[in-house]
Structures are given as structure tokens and as C-alpha cells.
């Protein structure tokens, strides 16, 4: 009897392993094993300052050192390694990336193919002919203002040594444009109790051209990639883009494509669908 995959998940910008722990129940109740990873800096690793508890010393935060400041891409790849070196004593894996999180899978893929069975993206970030940053200046991208939460930062990022974000604001504007932008279609409670769970630091180090996909090594993985539909933070449009540029570099093996309805976030909160994808790409 072949053995059944771990899911090795890869959360994105400012989350955490936490946010995968609806999709992680549904997937044991169908009989999968999955581990989410906490990339450097993030889960109990990350900085909550005093400051940024009630009522929030905004001054301080300006200034408070981040346990994230250095980290980079390398030290994500080096984490998501590790842990697939350790379940793959377990049989096969599938390393799934959310948003930020296609980065570091894309990274892991470059440098250690052999450690995996499957690459899923779900509305992940799959450079290919850009780095992440240059896609921001491409028509895919037109719509999303990527100064948007720039009210919402804090501190100065070239001196701070990191992105920080205050995802603790009560400010009604900075708190819709948040929804707008990573889940306009969930309920408010849904909404917040999601932010609540954001870490305020982020690390500066999303790549470079040569964190680009390579042909001769990511490029050998099947792969999938699940289009969320509704997504206003990484758009229908990019998602397209991303699966055209990597189908370009190497046709013999395309992206396997799957769509759900949903926002940037709503396949966590209400993982069912998504849980569904990832059991069908098991038996597969």
C-alpha cells in the first residue's frame, strides 16, 4: 500500500503556523497528516512588544528592536529543509505556500527538489520572470496600491530593520482596507479574529532574481496551483500570469490548476474546499 503524503505548509507575510490550524483539522478528519512550519522570526519566535498591547505606546513601537530584523529568504528555505528532511522519513511530501509563503517554496525548490513530491501554491507568490517585487509595476497588479497600508506601519523600515505593522489599530479606515484587501468576504468577527492572530513584524528579504524559479531544479516538481477567484491581494490576473511564465519554462511540466471561490484568506477560515483540492492531489 503506497504510503499517504505529510502536507508541509508555508504560511505567508506577517501569519503564522496558527493560521492553518482549521485547514490542518479538516484535513486529519479525512486522514492526512500535515505540519505547518514557522519560518524565522514568526509564531513564538516573533516580537510582540508591550507597546503594541493596550493602549499602544505608538513612540515605542517606532523604535523596538524585532527579533525578524536579518532574517532572509535563505534562513526561510533553511527552516521549510529541515522540515521536510524530517517527514520525509515519513514517506512522500507536498509543500503547500500561501501568498508570501510561494516565495520560501519556490526557494526550498530551487535548492532541494529530491525533498519533494508536490508544490502547491495557493494564491502564492511563484516568481518566474520577475522578482516578486517588479510584478507590483505590471498591469496584473494595477489595481492593488501597494501604499494602501502604509497608515498602518510603523517606524522606520531602513532603521528598523523590518516591515511592522500595526494590525492591533482600531482606526475604522485602516481596519476596512484591511478586509478589503485580505478578506472583504468574511464577517467581521471572522475578520478580526484572523487579524488577531498577525504578528506585527515582517522580515525585509523577499528575493532577488536569483530566487527566480530555475528550470533544472523547481522545474522538475509537479506542481499545482489553487486560483482564489476573489483574491484583491495577489489578483486572478497574477495568479495567471504566474502559472503562464512557469508552463513557459518548462511545458513538459504544467502547473495543475484548481479554483476556488473565496478571498485572500477565506480558504483558512472555511478550509473545506481547499482541504478537499489538497486529498484529491493525495489519492492522486
Not at 494602501?148 to 517606524?155: D, I, K, T
Not at 489578483?235 to 519554462?249: G, K, N, S, V, W
Request: some cysteine; charged content about 20%; hydrophobic content about 45%.
Amino acid at each position: 500500500m503506497p504510503l499517504s503524503p505529510t502536507f508541509v505548509l508555508v504560511h505567508g507575510a506577517f501569519a503564522n503556523s496558527f493560521s492553518f490550524a482549521p485547514l490542518q483539522a479538516e484535513l486529519g478528519l479525512l486522514g492526512h497528516r500535515s505540519v505547518a512550519v514557522d519560518l524565522p522570526g514568526h509564531g513564538f519566535e516573533a516580537t510582540f512588544p508591550t507597546s503594541y498591547q493596550a493602549p499602544q505606546d505608538f513612540a515605542a513601537l517606532a523604535t523596538e528592536p524585532g527579533a525578524i530584523k536579518g532574517v532572509t529568504l535563505a534562513d526561510n528555505a533553511a527552516r521549510v529543509i529541515e522540515a521536510l528532511e524530517r517527514a520525509r522519513r515519513n514517506g512522500p511530501t507536498v509543500l503547500v505556500g500561501h501568498s508570501r509563503g510561494g516565495v520560501t517554496i519556490t526557494a526550498v525548490a530551487n535548492a532541494r527538489p529530491d525533498l519533494i513530491d508536490r508544490l502547491v501554491y495557493v494564491s502564492a507568490w511563484c516568481p518566474v520572470d520577475l522578482p516578486v517585487g517588479d510584478y507590483y509595476a505590471e498591469p496584473e497588479m494595477a489595481s492593488v496600491d501597494p501604499m494602501a497600508f502604509a497608515p498602518s506601519l510603523l517606524g522606520n523600515p531602513a532603521e528598523l530593520g523590518l516591515l511592522r505593522t500595526n494590525f492591533r489599530t482600531s482606526d475604522p479606515a485602516a481596519l476596512a482596507t484591511f478586509k478589503e484587501a485580505f478578506g472583504a468576504d468574511l464577517t467581521d468577527d471572522e475578520f478580526r479574529t484572523f487579524l488577531n492572530t498577525f504578528q506585527p513584524d515582517e522580515s525585509l528579504d523577499a528575493g532577488t532574481e536569483a530566487d527566480r524559479a530555475q528550470a533544472a531544479t523547481w522545474g522538475t516538481v509537479p506542481r499545482t496551483y489553487v486560483r482564489l477567484a476573489d483574491d484583491t491581494s495577489l489578483t486572478p490576473a497574477a495568479q495567471d500570469r504566474m502559472i503562464r511564465e512557469a508552463d513557459a519554462l518548462t511545458p513538459g511540466n504544467p502547473f495543475d490548476v484548481h479554483t476556488l471561490g473565496g478571498s485572500h484568506l477565506r480558504w483558512l477560515v472555511h478550509p473545506g474546499p481547499a482541504a478537499a483540492v489538497l486529498a484529491g492531489l493525495a489519492a492522486g
